[in-house]
């Protein structure tokens, strides 16, 4: 088995394990975000269906400094409102949308690199 292959294996479940997390994260945190009147408009532009889930996510994983100059900005209504979110969701919540963020986040960047550097010739023997 070559090394892109064990690679490629790693980040498949890294992978799965992401759209595990996806779908617990949405269905046990953002669900109750959704239903809640103070923090259903505080979630962000949605592009397409599901993308809140990863809204609220981010606003969990990012530094407070960050989030606070989103906040501020112009484009505050593309991204969920992380100081109104951290008031109405519990430390199980915050940490979840934490871990799968940045699960997601880490498997898709190093599963595109992976596929670059296969195309680049870095993985021929």
Known sequence: ??????????????????????????????????????????????????????????????????????ENSRFSFMYANATILFENTTKLDQVLGFVFYWLLTISGLSGALLVLLNYLGFFSE
């Not at 609220?56 to 990012?62: C, E, H, I, K």
């Open 1 to 70: 088995m070559s090394i892109f292959s064990q690679l490629l294996g790693f980040v498949a479940i890294f992978m799965l394990i992401a759209c595990i997390l996806y779908v617990v994260f949405g269905q046990v945190t953002v669900r109750k975000l959704r239903k809640n009147p103070k923090t259903k408009d505080a979630l962000g532009l949605e592009y397409a269906s599901g993308w809140d889930i990863i809204n609220v996510a981010q606003a969990f994983s990012l530094p407070r400094s960050w989030t606070k100059k989103i």
